[in-house]
């Protein structure tokens, strides 16, 4: 299985959209400064996460939530899960 997810970091106005097959561990590893990308940006809250059976699957999605601008990104989120009106 693969997780595709959104951080949100508490200490900036920043988002990180990421694909793994362990996302305990990975966001373990985000927040404790592994990642040279996410380093600066640490501690993280979990916005969503998207589960998939497929590594192709969950890399056409990371893909397009990374292409998006942040008001339409989370838009695209709340809309999956039945947020929006």
């Known amino acids: 299985m693969f997780t595709v997810y959104v951080l949100k970091s508490i200490s900036a106005d920043w988002f990180y959209v990421g694909m ?3 996302f305990d561990r990975r ?3 985000h927040n404790r400064g592994y990642n040279l990308s ?3 940006k640490a501690p993280f809250l979990v916005i ?3 589960v998939y059976n497929t590594s192709l699957e969950a890399r056409k999605r990371e893909k397009f939530l990374k292409m998006l601008p942040v ?9 999956r899960i039945n947020w929006s009106e």
Do not use: P, V
């Open 20 to 22: 793994t097959t362990d």
């Open 38 to 40: 996410t380093k600066s």
């Open 27 to 29: 966001l373990s590893d």
């Open 48 to 50: 969503f996460t998207e």
């Open 71 to 79: 008001k339409y990104l989370l838009e695209s989120i709340l809309i």
